[in-house]
């Protein structure tokens, strides 16, 4: 298992496990609220499929603070995955 971590100071805080297939299993992030403090908000990757050459995850599960907020499967035949190309900014680049 290999851990990638960053932080930007005041905000976020990043802690992603990769496994030996280079597969993200988990995301733990930890982001700054005014009220709460540090949020950890935790989220799984499983049952990952080949879509067109792309592995992409079918079960998604994600917990705020240790309650579940989201649960996303593509078990089901009826619901479909698609994978949405999105370009982001790294400072002031695009990527």
């Known amino acids: ?6 932080a930007v100071p005041g905000q976020l805080k990043v802690k992603a496990f990769v496994n030996e297939r280079n597969l993200v299993e988990k995301v733990e992030s ?3 609220n005014p009220v709460l403090g540090d949020v950890l ?3 799984t990757y499983s049952d990952y499929k ?3 050459g792309v592995q992409f995850p079918t079960n998604i599960t994600q917990k705020q603070a240790g309650v579940p907020t989201l649960v996303a499967s593509g078990r089901s035949p009826t619901n479909k ?3 949405v190309k999105q370009r982001v900014r790294v ?3 695009r990527l």
């Not at 298992?1 to 960053?6: G, L």
Request: aromatic share 14%; net charge negative.
């Open 1 to 6: 298992m290999t851990i990638i971590s960053f």
């Open 30 to 32: 930890w982001n700054t």
């Open 41 to 43: 908000t935790e989220t």
């Open 50 to 52: 080949d879509f067109g």
């Open 81 to 83: 995955l698609s994978i």
């Open 91 to 93: 400072h002031g680049r």
